[in-house]
């Protein structure tokens, strides 16, 4: 029944995840649950799952309001986070890509755009590409203002846009990970699964839906299959929540996934691991849960709730662990590709004289009237070159190198073990 659930080699702990203890291991790819119910909560962000692959490589599939504090936390560097896919667009599964897409910006990611995957629409208004548009129409003000700082390729956006009904479309084809795209029954046209492929395993997030034959389609075989559920409890939870019933009853039977449906599915597309996600965690409803799915599903199942669940995967085994999220940790410094020997960081599109009307800037208290007497640090109130600011790599302090780096020789060290592989006499 459980046969292959057990510990990944190279776990610093088989009992729970620590951010940034262990790298994910060359045959290997890791899922995080960033964020994983509808509604915000304190111990619950909107919906996002975070897979990192042992190449190196990393997606984001959905980025839900609050989801970011959880990647933060985990120990990734915002400009990390530079491929989002996206189920459909309601705003519990993109809430957060207004931030993402200016605080990347700021924090290091000026030498490749931010790229963004999603369905269309039945017409262009409902699509992906026209919400990305539309994103960058609401932040104009915030765009100009951090145009003060270096910006590069910063502010653009790469969307790929895929025909919502070319079931079993590729939308993502790189560094030998493929990505498929299905549509799913959510309402309205412009909602779809996705399904990642690389290095033999294979990971599935349905995002939103009803249960559909599609499902249990191209999630078959899957290695995880993750989908969403709701469980039949809709007058109690009328009861805690207060909302009406016949709402719960509705919105279930018209946009979500039934957990006796969602163990119906798993029990056709018979994955390695069934997980459950976009749910309320909550104990009136946890056991429910797990009852209505062991109705058909009698396979390895665990939530992918709360915040931070972790689930390391090989081709031989599976382990899935609580993630030791701190709550209020500092952010990761930037990381950057020195594959070239050098710092690059590009001058500012503007400055403040250029955006900002004399007379107020003219009202800033001089710092001389609150600064201590016997200290005035070396104000910048100026941008301090006039062209891109090129440091090469030797001359960093090595603190700097080492965490600005990182990320990056560990891709190299990666790429080493792969060839090294390939080079061996038995490979």
Same mark, same amino acid.
């Given at each position: 029944?459980?046969?292959?659930?057990?510990?990944?080699?190279g776990?610093?702990?088989?009992?729970?995840?620590f951010?940034?203890?262990?790298?994910?291991g060359?045959?290997e790819?890791?899922?995080?649950?960033?964020g994983?119910?509808?509604?915000?909560?304190p &111990? !619950?962000?909107?919906t996002?799952?975070?897979? #990192?692959l042992?190449?190196?490589? $990393?997606?984001?599939?959905d980025?839900? +309001?609050?989801?970011?504090?959880?990647y933060?936390s985990?120990g990734?560097?915002?400009?990390?986070l530079?491929?989002?896919?996206?189920?459909h667009l309601?705003?519990d599964?993109?809430?957060?890509?207004?931030?993402?897409y200016m605080?990347?910006?700021?924090?290091?990611?000026?030498?490749k755009p931010?790229?963004?995957?999603?369905?269309s629409?039945?017409?262009?208004?409902?699509?992906?590409?026209?919400m990305v548009?539309?994103?960058?129409q609401m932040?104009?003000?915030?765009?100009?203002?951090?145009?003060?700082?270096?910006v &590069? !390729?910063?502010?653009?956006?790469?969307?790929t #846009?895929?025909?919502?009904?070319d $079931?079993?479309?590729?939308c993502?084809d +790189?560094?030998?990970?493929?990505?498929?795209?299905?549509?799913?029954?959510h309402?309205?046209d412009g909602?779809?699964?996705?399904?990642l492929e690389?290095n033999?395993l294979?990971?599935?997030?349905?995002?939103?839906?009803?249960?559909?034959?599609?499902?249990a389609?191209f999630?078959?075989?899957?290695?995880?299959?993750?989908?969403?559920?709701?469980?039949?409890?809709?007058?109690?939870s009328?009861?805690?929540?207060?909302?009406p019933?016949?709402l719960?009853r509705?919105?279930?039977?018209?946009?979500h996934?039934?957990?006796?449906?969602?163990?119906?599915?798993?029990?056709?597309?018979?994955?390695?691991?069934?997980m459950?996600?976009?749910?309320?965690?909550?104990?009136?409803?946890?056991?429910e849960?797990?009852a209505?799915?062991?109705?058909?599903?009698k396979?390895?199942?665990?939530?992918?709730?709360p915040?931070?669940?972790?689930?390391?995967?090989?081709?031989?085994?599976?382990?899935v662990?609580?993630?030791v999220?701190?709550d209020?940790?500092?952010?990761?410094?930037?990381?950057?590709?020195?594959g070239?020997g050098?710092l690059?960081?590009?001058?500012?599109?503007?400055?403040?004289?250029?955006i900002?009307?004399?007379?107020?800037r003219?009202?800033?208290?001089?710092?001389?009237?609150?600064?201590?007497?016997?200290?005035?640090?070396?104000?910048?109130?100026?941008?301090?070159?006039?062209?891109?600011?090129?440091?090469?790599?030797?001359?960093?302090?090595?603190?700097?190198?080492?965490?600005?780096?990182?990320?990056w020789?560990q891709?190299?060290?990666?790429?080493k073990q792969h060839?090294d592989?390939?080079?061996?006499?038995?490979?």
């Amino acid at each position: 029944m459980f046969q292959g659930i057990n510990p990944t080699p190279g776990l610093a702990s088989a009992a729970n995840w620590f951010p940034r203890s262990e790298e994910v291991g060359p045959e290997e790819l890791r899922i995080t649950f960033m964020g994983s119910a509808p509604f915000l909560r304190p &111990g !619950q962000m909107n919906t996002s799952i975070f897979i #990192e692959l042992g190449n190196g490589d $990393n997606f984001v599939f959905d980025i839900g +309001e609050g989801s970011v504090a959880n990647y933060i936390s985990a120990g990734l560097a915002i400009n990390q986070l530079d491929k989002i896919f996206i189920t459909h667009l309601h705003v519990d599964h993109f809430g957060a890509l207004p931030w993402l897409y200016m605080f990347g910006g700021w924090a290091g990611r000026w030498h490749k755009p931010l790229r963004v995957f999603g369905p269309s629409g039945r017409s262009p208004e409902y699509g992906t590409a026209h919400m990305v548009e539309g994103m960058k129409q609401m932040l104009t003000w915030h765009r100009d203002a951090f145009s003060v700082f270096p910006v &590069g !390729q910063g502010h653009d956006v790469d969307v790929t #846009e895929f025909d919502f009904r070319d $079931n079993g479309g590729v939308c993502y084809d +790189e560094n030998g990970v493929r990505v498929i795209h299905w549509q799913r029954s959510h309402a309205k046209d412009g909602a779809s699964a996705y399904r990642l492929e690389w290095n033999g395993l294979k990971v599935v997030w349905t995002g939103d839906g009803r249960p559909s034959k599609l499902d249990a389609q191209f999630a078959a075989g899957a290695d995880v299959y993750i989908t969403e559920t709701q469980p039949e409890l809709c007058a109690i939870s009328s009861g805690v929540q207060g909302v009406p019933p016949f709402l719960g009853r509705y919105t279930l039977d018209t946009h979500h996934t039934p957990g006796y449906a969602a163990g119906y599915v798993a029990s056709r597309a018979n994955p390695r691991l069934f997980m459950t996600t976009h749910m309320p965690f909550d104990p009136y409803i946890n056991a429910e849960t797990v009852a209505e799915v062991r109705k058909h599903w009698k396979g390895p199942y665990h939530f992918g709730a709360p915040d931070g669940i972790v689930v390391n995967v090989t081709k031989d085994d599976i382990w899935v662990r609580e993630g030791v999220l701190p709550d209020y940790p500092n952010s990761r410094a930037p990381q950057f590709d020195f594959g070239d020997g050098q710092l690059v960081v590009p001058h500012p599109p503007t400055s403040r004289a250029a955006i900002q009307e004399p007379f107020i800037r003219d009202q800033e208290i001089p710092p001389d009237e609150y600064y201590p007497d016997g200290y005035h640090p070396q104000l910048l109130p100026e941008w301090p070159v006039g062209s891109d600011l090129v440091v090469p790599v030797e001359d960093l302090p090595e603190t700097m190198s080492q965490s600005m780096g990182a990320a990056w020789r560990q891709q190299q060290a990666y790429k080493k073990q792969h060839l090294d592989a390939l080079a061996a006499p038995d490979a």
